[in-house]
């Protein structure tokens, strides 16, 4: 079951480290380095970051893979109004 994470002090590291490797993977294609640290804080590809910059870079990454997405989309329905004019 996928988690939603929010600005909320109550969501649990584990939960936000687990949102961040799946935005990241997306959008990326690996893995990142993560590992929270001690109370809102997490080292992220060896840099420290804040839980709420972290939270707005699951959002960042989300909507980035979203955009990705909907190009490729785009791109393929191009594609095929192209081969449908040279069959015609």
Partial sequence: MAH???ENTSVN??????AFCRAYRLV??????????FDDWYRVNGE?????????????L?????????????KSVVQRLIARLRNL
């Fill in 28 to 37: 990326h294609k690996r893995d990142p380095l993560i590992t929270h640290l």
């Fill in 4 to 6: 939603t994470v929010t």
């Fill in 13 to 18: 590291p584990q939960v936000v480290v687990d």
């Fill in 48 to 60: 420290t970051v804040h839980r709420l910059t972290l939270f707005h870079e699951i959002t960042r």
């Fill in 62 to 74: 989300r909507d980035l893979a979203q955009n990705h997405r909907l190009m490729s989309a785009d």
